[in-house]
């Protein structure tokens, strides 16, 4: 059984139109997301995916395009995503660029950060699960992969007050992130171009789900 494992509320709507497969969103809470993906374990899930919205390191990855990851890096290790696994999700999304996975507790929010981290682990993009699922699935002796879209560029920053606005069921608190823009005008910009970004990865993602199963 397929165990997919998102971080928010709309990935986790379009990954439970996947056939087959159980599914669980951790809010882009990391310590979160752990306890779920033992949970979809112990639910019967026999591989994991980590699913959804990420962000680039790389000037060649851009706004739109899925990723499919071949290893995961953190500050806590590294693991290699299931090769044939990978091949066959790449076979079945021919468009899909590969390579390495950085998943991170907190947000990448800069494009300096953004370079920097591209410079030291030569990762491709950026996310805040993956890490997760590839430590239980390493703990239980299963497979990992990773498909993602990117939702925001290597040359985009992202505010970082989205992260407080994303409430525990991985919805985005509307108001919230209004009452932090009348405060804070300047970041309206980098804000709509997220907002744009984010609604071109969900549908990359909304047009790849039939393949996942």
Request: aromatic share 4%; proline share 3%.
């Amino acid at each position: 059984m397929l165990g997919i494992l998102c971080g928010l509320g709309s990935e986790k709507r379009i990954a439970s139109g996947v056939r087959g497969a159980i599914v669980a969103c951790a809010a882009a809470r990391p310590h979160k997301a752990r306890e779920l993906a033992r949970e979809l374990v112990a639910m019967g899930a026999t591989r994991l995916l980590s699913f959804g919205i990420a962000g680039s390191l790389d000037s060649s990855v851009n706004l739109g395009d899925v990723f499919i990851g071949t290893r995961i890096a953190a500050e806590t290790g590294q693991w290699t995503c299931d090769d044939a696994w990978g091949k066959e999700l790449a076979q079945r999304i021919p468009q899909a660029k590969r390579g390495g996975v950085y998943s991170s507790e907190v947000l990448i929010p800069t494009v300096e950060e953004k370079d920097l981290l591209h410079q030291r682990t030569g990762c491709a993009i950026v996310d805040m699960e993956s890490q997760c699922a590839a430590e239980i699935a390493a703990d239980h002796g299963i497979p990992v992969a990773v498909v993602r879209s990117v939702c925001d560029d290597a040359v985009m920053n992202v505010p970082p007050f989205v992260m407080a606005a994303i409430a525990e069921d991985g919805s985005l608190n509307v108001m919230k992130s209004l009452g932090h823009l009348f405060l804070h005008p300047v970041q309206t910009s980098d804000l709509f171009k997220v907002a744009h970004g984010t609604h071109k990865a969900l549908n990359a993602l909304r047009s790849i789900k039939s393949v996942l199963s």
